[in-house]
């Protein structure tokens, strides 16, 4: 074989093992963000929890019935209508995604088993808009919050 014949099999060669230290690359590059991804949705999620735990925790350290008590219910409810909207654009991912709408379904099943909150929430309505996120959610899981709902009415009356 001539030299010339050697020199263009060691080019094919090299440009194989270029393209193939490429593909490693990119694999290794999508690995990456791959964890950095899931790192973020970690993050999100214990975000998500640490926003709403003390929202919560205002709620109920404030006296039941009075003006601070139903500023800090609605601040929730504030606060639960943006997680529903991130939600509903498919602005969430993953294990928040998860998180958010087993929450959500929870805790808007709960409000409607209670007199109370219900009132409070008709009277944080200002418009046919307000909560219009919440209402959107409840629709999509309609099952799922019924099921919960009946639940919760049962368990309230034992």
Same mark, same amino acid.
């Given at each position: 074989?001539?030299?010339?014949?050697?020199?263009?099999?060691?080019?094919?060669?090299?440009?194989?093992?270029?393209?193939?230290?490429?593909?490693?690359?990119?694999?290794?590059?999508?690995?990456?963000?791959?964890?950095?991804?899931?790192?973020?949705?970690?993050?999100? #999620?214990?975000?998500?929890?640490?926003?709403?735990?003390?929202?919560?925790?205002?709620?109920?350290?404030?006296?039941?019935?009075?003006?601070? #008590?139903?500023?800090?219910?609605?601040?929730?409810?504030?606060?639960?209508?943006?997680?529903?909207?991130?939600?509903?654009?498919?602005?969430?991912?993953?294990?928040?995604?998860?998180?958010?709408?087993?929450?959500?379904?929870?805790?808007?099943?709960?409000?409607?088993?209670?007199?109370?909150?219900?009132?409070?929430?008709?009277?944080?309505?200002?418009?046919?808009?307000?909560?219009?996120?919440?209402?959107?959610?409840?629709?999509?899981?309609?099952?799922?919050?019924?099921?919960?709902?009946?639940?919760?009415?049962?368990?309230?009356?034992?």
């Amino acid at each position: 074989m001539s030299p010339e014949g050697y020199a263009a099999i060691a080019s094919a060669i090299a440009t194989v093992a270029a393209a193939v230290a490429a593909a490693g690359s990119l694999l290794a590059a999508w690995k990456t963000l791959r964890m950095q991804d899931k790192s973020t949705d970690f993050s999100n #999620c214990l975000e998500i929890i640490r926003q709403i735990s003390e929202a919560q925790r205002r709620v109920i350290s404030a006296e039941s019935g009075s003006e601070k #008590c139903r500023f800090e219910f609605i601040e929730l409810l504030n606060l639960l209508e943006s997680i529903a909207f991130l939600h509903n654009r498919g602005q969430m991912r993953g294990s928040t995604k998860l998180l958010v709408a087993k929450f959500l379904q929870e805790a808007l099943a709960w409000f409607r088993t209670n007199p109370d909150l219900l009132r409070l929430i008709e009277e944080a309505a200002t418009s046919k808009d307000t909560f219009r996120e919440l209402n959107e959610f409840e629709q999509q899981y309609a099952g799922e919050m019924l099921d919960l709902t009946r639940r919760y009415i049962i368990e309230q009356s034992r």
